[in-house]
């Protein structure tokens, strides 16, 4: 199971309670303002606005919400300018970490990821070090319930599919290419599949094994990056199986 695989469903889990959904209303906000400042307010032209938009509605956050957040990204209210970053690290046993964030202050954000990295047993890298390690891709999430698996990933094929990732019995992970994505997606729905989520993502082109305890120090690690309000997402290499 990949890092990605594993950790997404961690944070599916943990999304349930009203204070991790806050926080991810707060990332979903953020992603929309530079969305609209990135491309416009008018989602038919604008890829990752609709993107953005779409992954806020399947994570049941509000109209009002949602067109708050396109008002400030248009410059109609006031609105914080936030810089995107990405920083590259390494986890317990060298697991690479990509993680991205956006944030109103850079020193302040470096800052609160290099201290995470350094109690939890990681460190730093240099620009380049390991985003090498990732490649972009569009990323769907299924909920099978009680439909068969290999149906469901046979039909995924059929729309466009590269690759589907088994999470658990109940959920598949689909893998696109990052113009694919909204095809897929439309494709699957008109199937009357399932699906949870659809954006565009960074994940590891390969995985690496770690011993249970760097395994799990790694976890800790990539749970306390996630916590910070700053960072968007953050993928490692680790094969958690």
Sequence with gaps: MSGHSKWSKIKHQKGVTDAKRGQLFTKLTREIIV?????????????????????????????????????????????TNLIEMTIEGYGPGGAAILVQALTDNRNRTVQDIRNVFSRHGGSLGGSGSVAWLFEPKGLITVKAN???????????????????????????????????????????????IPVESAKL??????????EEK??????????????????????????FS
């Design 35 to 79: 969305a609209v400042r990135e491309g416009g307010s008018d989602a038919d032209t604008n890829y990752r606005l609709r993107l953005a938009v779409q992954e806020a509605r399947d994570n049941n956050m509000p109209m009002e919400n949602i067109d708050r957040a396109i008002r400030k990204g248009s410059g109609e209210t006031e609105g």
């Design 146 to 192: 009680n439909m068969n698996t290999e149906e469901l990933t046979l039909q995924a094929i059929d729309a466009g599919a590269d690759d589907i990732i088994t999470v658990e019995k109940d959920y598949l992970e689909i893998h696109t290419k990052p113009d694919q994505l909204e095809l897929v997606r439309r494709a699957l729905t008109e199937r009357k």
């Design 201 to 210: 993502a960074v994940l590891p082109k390969s995985t690496i094994p770690l």
């Design 214 to 239: 760097a395994s799990m120090q790694t976890l800790k690690l990539l749970d306390k990056l996630d916590e910070l309000d700053e960072v968007q997402n953050v993928n490692s290499n680790v094969d």
